[in-house]
């Protein structure tokens, strides 16, 4: 009986937290020019193969949000659904296979996937996975490859054995020029990037993401694919779209982005539709991750 009565105080804080934090971020749909609610992205996944949702690393609403997404997601498609991740890295795969099949411990699991900083905003989404038998995608590169590419380039991965390649996409990795190449000097402040090693290793993380995501449905048809990434990777569906769309044009994708903002009462949202299909601007004065 106690067991019960705990259960339906959970379900009724819950719920109220959910309608708690509803009045801290706005949805809206670019393409329709509306505000929208979280089943209308998922009812959009029905003619979609993958759904980006660029965060703010540090943004509680944000998080909030992905893991909502989730559970919406899984309701809809079930099984079909697939997390992937850019905080972890293609080496640990094994690791969160592992840990989602209740074989190592969250102690293990945490350490020896080398799991961020602040894994407590990432946690729900990769328990909701575990608890519902869902697959999670390690999907960035580590970053013993990209420190490499940093100090010598892209051409420094044509050094490594061919071992490393089970982790690393397919050379030559191109580095994108134009609007993304822009974004990026502007986001340095104009700042020289001598010989470009910076940028690189960005092409380097959306390479591999992109190979990530794509060697999983070419393995695994007709699923939906949920990528969580910094919102640079996949603005303006630069970045990681493009290079997917580089693997396989026939794909079709949508992106997230979700940010906060100090227009947030009063947002003017029409001024940041360019950077995708939706736009989630969230309160700046709810308490940031970390």
Known sequence: ??????????????????????????????????????????????????LFFGEDHNDSVGHYLE??????????????VVLSLEMFYTDVQPEIDEYLAGLISEKNFVKESRAWGNYKDYRPLIEYAKQNGLKV???????????A??????KV?????????????PLPIDTARGRYYEKFTETLGGHSMGTMKIYQTQNLWDATMAWSINKFIKANKAIK?????GRFHSDEKLGIPAKL????????????????????????????SQLGDYIIITDPEVKRSY
């Open 149 to 154: 590419v940093t100090t010598g380039g892209l």
């Open 67 to 80: 893991a909502e997404l989730l559970k919406k997601l899984h309701s809809k498609y079930l099984l079909k």
């Open 137 to 147: 995608i390690a999907a960035n590169a580590a970053t013993r490859y990209s420190n």
């Open 245 to 272: 769309k580089q693997l396989d044009p026939k794909l079709k994708v949508l992106n997230i982005s979700s940010f906060s903002d100090e227009s947030f009462t009063n947002p003017s949202w029409e001024k940041f």
């Open 225 to 229: 694919v949920l990528q969580l990434n």
């Open 1 to 50: 009986m106690k067991f019960i009565l705990l259960l339906f105080v959970f379900a009724i804080s819950s719920g109220l937290y959910a309608q708690e934090i509803s009045s801290h971020y706005k949805i809206f749909d670019v393409k329709k020019q509306k505000s929208i609610s979280i089943e209308d992205i998922v009812a959009d996944m029905d003619h979609a193969d993958v």
């Open 157 to 169: 991965l044509e050094n490594f054995p061919k071992t490393s390649f089970n982790f690393l996409p």
